[in-house]
């Protein structure tokens, strides 16, 4: 019983892997085409145009919608009483070579230190796992596979506290700024306000995981996404750095309660090709889509 | 902002016919070349070396595709431009023994390169970054591919394309540059935001 679970569990994440790099949630498609609309340069709609053709061909070609598919970043929430909570780092690295081979993805995991790849996106600490273990008997797994180009342009900023929010959004303008075309805009951008260093960068990163058409819940929090975005967009950047009015599909905060003598301010940028999905499965094995309407079985490999 | 539908191999006046914002669709001979390849055909060359592939006339393409190998046959997956700006150190050096007449890429490059291009007679044109399926699909046929040793996105992939595209020309023989004049009014924004924070 418990080898069958590992079994699916394998077979499961390696589609979703392909999920996740062919089709885009919907709210990333909908962002870029309202983005589409409204857009008056005719290059940046050029573009924007070409970006909605790409998506589509992607989805119905079985193809990755970027070369790029990415650092396989997981955030796996799961039941204490799963019975292979123990097995799920390794069932995750299993997957990972299956994907490459079968998406398939590209060999994207390079040792820093000998300047080898891997060759099967695996290796010390990759996949990256974010574990959070609570109460019950079954996983909820997403997957961000997180493009290398956009990841450049992250930054972290430690900001004298004094400066208070006004310092937040200068940093977050600044960096968006300093990104410039590089993260292949029109982008996402994640901000981690508080917490400590590494605190910050997992808020940013995590912020990337909620929907663009979802609010953060505190008002304070979704008048700053709404007034970033807004500012971010007037910097004229454009879609692919070649100016208009889309620099960025939506701005996401998170935040931590921080150290009185210390502000960090993560940005985290991500190109439009904002790849994720999210799966449950019980302890029988039963697989459910969560990000994508869509079956296990339709996902073709 | 002119639409162009191009065949290889491109006469230089051709290209001298450019300007920045026109927008083309190319057909024939792509080779693929990022960081490595470029290293290593500029060595060439200075040792006296020929290269086994030709890129005058034809486009220079920066891109570390997916690939695969279906009954002894490459078949490209996805495809889409890698950032150029890695690039810059090299890239005038490259047009000037190579003399590519379009190169396609991401992000842009910088004045080197610029000059360049119109003294050889090449432009820079951008592939929006992330169109990977869209690009592989333009792909007709994978001719041949050479320095395999040093990893499939770093080859030379020599393609035939058709109606590969939309390519954006960003940097012209006549000096203009996209991404200089954006570059210059972002910042001009970006002071005018921060003042009225």
């Known amino acids: 019983m418990s080898r069958d679970l590992r079994s699916i569990l394998v077979d499961a994440l390696v589609r ?6 062919t089709t885009l949630p919907d709210d990333v498609k909908n962002a870029i085409k309202t983005a589409y609309e409204k857009e008056s340069n ?6 924007l145009a070409s970006i909605i053709d790409n998506y589509t061909m992607s989805e119905e070609s079985g193809r990755p919608m970027c070369q790029d598919t990415g650092t396989l970043i997981w955030y796996v929430e799961v039941g204490a009483d799963f019975p292979l909570l123990l097995e799920l780092e390794d069932i995750i690295k299993d997957a990972a070579r299956e994907a490459t081979v079968k998406v398939p993805i590209r060999p994207n995991a390079v040792d820093p230190i000998r300047a080898k790849n891997s060759g099967d996106n695996t290796g010390r600490f990759m996949p990256w796992i974010n574990w959070e273990i609570r109460e019950g008997d079954d996983v909820i797994l997403t997957l961000l596979p997180k493009g290398g180009g956009s990841e450049f342009t992250s930054q972290l900023r430690m900001i004298s506290p004094g400066l208070g929010i006004k310092g937040v959004k200068e940093a977050v303008i600044r960096a968006v700024y300093e990104a410039g075309g590089k ?21 940013g990163k995590m912020a990337l995981l909620r929907p663009l058409d979802k609010r953060h819940e505190e008002p304070e929090v979704a008048q700053l996404e709404e ?5 971010l967009n007037s910097l004229g950047i454009g879609p692919m750095g070649l100016g208009g009015d889309t620099t960025v599909l939506g701005v996401n905060v998170e935040y931590a309660y921080r150290h009185p003598a210390t502000l960090p301010v993560a940005i985290v940028t991500q190109c439009w090709a904002a790849r994720r999905a999210t799966i449950r499965v019980t302890k029988d094995g039963e697989v459910e889509f969560l990000s994508h309407n869509v079956k296990l079985e339709d996902i073709k490999l | 902002m002119a639409e162009y539908h191009l065949k290889t191999p491109i006469p230089e006046e051709e290209i001298r016919k450019l300007r920045v914002g026109d927008i083309l669709f190319v057909s024939g001979r792509v080779i693929t070349a990022r960081d490595e390849a470029h290293q290593r055909a500029v060595e060439y060359h200075e040792e006296g070396k020929k290269l086994p592939v030709e890129f005058e006339g034809n486009i220079l393409y920066h891109c570390g595709p997916i690939v695969k190998k279906v ?7 996805s495809a889409g431009p890698t950032t150029s700006t890695r690039m810059e150190y090299i890239e005038p050096t490259f047009i ?3 003399r590519p007449r379009v190169i396609v890429g991401k992000g842009g490059l910088k004045e080197g390169t610029l000059e360049a291009l119109g003294k050889y007679g090449a432009v820079y044109a951008i592939f929006p970054g992330g169109l990977g399926a869209k690009a592989a699909l333009a792909v007709k046929k994978v001719v041949g591919v050479e320095w395999i040793d040093l990893g499939t996105p770093e080859a030379l992939w020599i393609l035939e394309v058709e109606n590969f595209g939309p390519l954006i020309v960003t940097m012209d023989t006549h000096g203009e540059s996209i991404h200089r004049d954006i570059e210059e009014e972002a910042k001009t924004r970006l002071d005018d935001i921060l003042k009225k924070l």
């Open chain 1, 42 to 47: 005719p290059v940046a709609k050029k573009i």
């Open chain 1, 183 to 203: 993260p292949c805009p029109p982008i996402i951008v994640g901000v981690g306000i508080g917490g400590g260093a590494d605190i910050a960068l997992k808020l």
């Open chain 1, 227 to 231: 007034e970033l975005l807004e500012k």
């Open chain 1, 16 to 21: 979703q892997t392909k999920l996740a790099v």
């Open chain 2, 71 to 77: 009954d002894g046959e490459w078949i490209f997956i």
């Open chain 2, 96 to 98: 000037k023994y190579f």
